[in-house]
């Protein structure tokens, strides 16, 4: 059973920093993909950031330069460094994981970021 847990989020001021952590269990990040994405209100879910089993790493426009991926193989787990946060980055954020072969795709329960002004 495939489960992923998130923590880190909060509230933070605009410009300030987060990170969030994606540990997983009964998958692992480093011969699969992990990502993150997430869904502001009234908004469709989106890719924020995603970290495949190369290396490779995909990000969202809005947030290159800002944000970066990572991950901790031993740890199993996938991080997500956000700074210079802005309003609009304000949204549930999904830790989601890929089996590299079947595509099989999990996701976590999510968890908040609110930036304030």
């Known amino acids: 059973q495939v489960q992923l847990v998130e923590s880190g989020g909060g509230l933070v001021q605009a410009v300030g920093s987060l990170r969030l952590s994606c540990r997983g269990s009964?998958?692992?990040?480093?011969?699969?993909?992990g990502g993150w994405y997430r869904q502001a209100p009234g908004k469709q879910r989106e890719l924020v950031a995603r970290l495949d089993y190369g290396g490779n790493t995909n990000y969202a426009d809005s947030v290159k330069g800002r944000f970066t991926i990572s991950k901790d193989t031993v740890k199993n787990t996938v991080y997500l460094q956000m700074n210079n946060l802005q309003l609009e980055d304000t949204a549930v954020y999904y830790c989601?994981?890929?089996?590299?072969?079947?595509?099989?795709?999990?996701w976590g329960q999510g968890t908040q970021v609110t930036v304030s002004s």
């Open positions: 009964g998958i692992m990040f480093g011969g699969n993909t």
């Open positions: 989601n994981a890929a089996r590299r072969w079947l595509g099989t795709q999990y």
